[in-house]
């Protein structure tokens, strides 16, 4: 029994030590995206989140926010591709993520407006995500 619970957390510990997730954010006014990268051997996820929330001067803005996440692959050395398939839609959100040593950048396309709705958008524009330490 002792060996096979030192088998169990020997195999946790190592998995764990393969996993590394990079942090990025930025604030642009009321909105704020988060974007999680986590590479696990040969797998990368992509986690990204929008959220807006407009003050009182901006009385024709509604709140809104948006999520999404999976697989992503590269497709060149600093250049991430994530496909998500709009389960109310027969269309898919492409975000490409360009990635500096200081943060990223996303570019989206017409069909993740079926995740971030109104304002909210997971592209950045020319503004960068800055990575968390």
Not at 64 to 80: H, R, T, V, W
Not at 113 to 125: K, Q
């Amino acid at each position: 029994m002792k060996k096979i619970l030192l088998l169990a957390t020997t195999v946790f510990f190592s998995q764990a030590l393969f996993a590394a997730t990079d942090h990025f954010y930025l604030k642009e006014g009321n909105h704020i995206q988060h974007m999680k990268i986590t590479k696990l051997n040969d797998e990368v996820i992509v986690t990204a989140d929008v959220d807006f929330e407009p003050n009182a001067n901006e009385s024709n803005a509604k709140a809104c926010a948006g999520d999404i996440a999976g697989q992503a692959k590269f497709i060149s050395e600093n250049e991430l591709l994530m496909k998500k398939h709009a389960e109310s839609a027969a269309s898919y959100c492409e975000l490409t993520i360009n990635l500096t040593n200081t943060g990223a950048t996303v570019k989206q396309s017409e069909g993740c407006n079926y995740f971030a709705t109104g304002i909210c958008h997971f592209s950045t524009a020319n503004n960068e995500l800055k990575k968390v330490n």
